[in-house]
Structure formats: C-alpha cells, structure tokens
C-alpha cells in the first residue's frame, strides 16, 4: 500500500483576525486543492502529528510524544469539537511499536486536545469522525523539548508500523513555521497562571477562557502593526525548512539545538517537529514525489503558514 504527506499550518486566529480577502482566498484554495487530493487518495486510516497549547497537556506529567487511543477535541477559538474517531486497537498498537524501537512514548486513553488536531480534521478530512484516526502529540511548547532527532525517529518508527498494516495512510503534521504567540511560560508564571499549567488548566472557567482568547487576538493585532511587537517572522528559515521537509532530508536538522530554534524563528516554531515526523513516516514507504507546496507569512495569524503534499511514489 501507498502513503499521503500533507503538512499545514494552524491558526487559532482564523476567523478572529483574517488578512485581506485576496490572502484568505488563497489560503483557502490551497486547502480545498489538499483536500481534494486526500479524496482522491481516499485513506483507509490517518495519522496525525500535531502540538497542544496548554489545553490537553500540563507540567503535572508532559511527555514528549503520547499517542490517543480515545480522543476528545475542546472547540478552543471555535474549532470543532468533539471525539476524534480513534481506532483503539491500531493506536494501542503503534504505542507498542514505538517502545520496541526504543522510543519513549506515552499513551492516554482519554487525549485531550485543542485547535492544533481539531483544524486538519475539519478543514482537510470535513470531520473529526470521518476517517479513522490515531492522533500523536508532540510536545512543541513545554520546556524541556525534544529534539528534531528524536522526532525525526518517532516518525520513523510509525511509519514502519503504518506500514506493516497494508493500508492506504495518510500522514498529517499539524503546525506553524517561523511564530511566537503569547504563550505562557512556567518559569515566568503568575501562582494562578502557574496552577493552570499543572494542571488546572484542563477545565479552563468561560471566562478565563474567553480572556485568554482575546489575549491573543490582541496581541496579533499589536503584531499586524509592529511586527517587533513578538518575535518576528523568518520566511528565510521556513523556506529552508519546506525544501527539507518536501525533498527528504530530514536528517539535515538533526543537528539544530532547541535554542537555535526558538532564537531563530521562535519559540512556538517546534511544532514544526509534527511536519518533520509525519515527513520520516512517509520514508518509510519509499521514494516520494513533491505535489504541492504554499507558504506566506501572514502577520495576522503570527505565523509563517505553509502547506506541503508528497506522495509516496
């Protein structure tokens, strides 16, 4: 059997502070075209990489990857919401494979996560229970980090299980390039914001909630105007980054340090390790052939947002 890449960006800010029309049209276009693309490949089974911004995931236990066998999505910046349609059996399975690998992995049978899984779900498979799915979390904003090597051979290993199977597969990895919205940071933590990120976080209050929403629609719209505002965007490295990434050489960032990173291009920019893990899983099939790429700095999301379709040949 074959395997679909398709790497893309997310925003909680979609639909809370848009670009201009003809920006959000193009965007729009290269989604539809990546979604008509994973109809035509019709996928028997999907596995998503992606990050979580203190909605699912707190400093009462971080890991560094965890795989759902049951998933429920919170709707945060009104992303859909809901149960992911989990296959308990083929996630317990890949978390297995993985530690046989000798990768540390942890498992939740009841995953908890926000816009960065619930976004490629709706907008590129119509759904959160359209097609089975196993969603894989990769610690991207909760220091200490892990590296682009170690996501590189996580990636790896799924792709070897996903392989195992004989189904049509699609690999997704869900994040932004070049960013640095206003994450919270445990070492700088108010004692209440310092309670929610060990935890009690997981059942925000409405009005906390909606707080913490504005806060970041805020700060875009300070960033729109003074991109010195948060860290600037660096469409230099998330071009870089798309070349690796589209022709395979992943390995060439395994030697990049976190710091470099997050000083480079920002400190949300690790979830880009969901783009590198889902691109080592596709290699396990084989040679691959680029279908379509996108990248535009969009100041208004406080992202680098770029898109990447590669097909197993």
Avoid at 44 to 62: Q, S
Avoid at 79 to 107: C, F, H, M, N, R
Avoid at 176 to 202: I, K, Y
Wanted: glycine share 8%; aromatic share 8%.
């Amino acid at each position: 059997m074959t395997a679909l890449l398709q790497c893309l960006s997310h925003t909680p800010l979609i639909g809370h502070l848009d670009p201009s029309r003809e920006v959000l049209d193009e965007v729009n276009d290269v989604i539809d075209s990546a979604a008509r693309k994973i109809a035509e490949f019709d996928p028997e089974l999907v596995i998503l990489f992606a990050p979580d911004h203190y909605n699912g995931f707190f400093y009462d236990i971080m890991p560094a990857f965890c795989v759902g066998t049951h998933a429920h999505a919170i709707g945060d910046f009104g992303s859909a919401k809901g149960d992911i349609y989990v296959p308990e059996g083929l996630a317990e399975g890949l978390a297995i494979q993985a530690l046989a690998d000798g990768v540390d992995i942890a498992v939740s049978h009841k995953m908890q996560v926000d816009h960065g899984f619930a976004q490629p779900l709706q907008f590129l498979l119509g759904g959160l229970d359209k097609t089975p799915t196993i969603p894989v979390f990769i610690n991207s904003v909760a220091v200490p980090l892990p590296g682009f090597k170690r996501a590189r051979i996580l990636g790896e290993s799924v792709g070897r299980y996903a392989k195992s199977l004989g189904k049509r597969t699609l690999f997704i990895g869900s994040g932004g390039l070049s960013h640095q919205p206003p994450v919270p940071e445990l070492s700088t933590a108010s004692s209440n914001l310092r309670d929610r990120l060990l935890g009690s976080g997981r059942d925000l209050p409405l009005d906390e909630r909606e707080a913490r929403t504005q806060r970041v629609i805020d700060a875009a719209r300070r960033f729109v105007d003074d991109q010195n505002s948060l860290h600037p965007l660096n469409p230099e490295w998330d071009q870089k980054f798309l070349e690796l990434v589209a022709s395979g050489c992943i390995a060439d960032l395994d030697g990049m340090s976190n710091e470099a990173l997050s000083e480079m291009a920002g400190k949300s920019t690790h979830e880009v390790k969901t783009w590198v893990a889902a691109g080592a899983a596709l290699s396990a099939f084989g040679p691959s052939h680029e279908m379509d790429r996108y990248y535009r700095p969009i100041p208004e999301w406080i992202a680098g947002f770029g898109a990447l379709t590669v097909r197993a040949a």
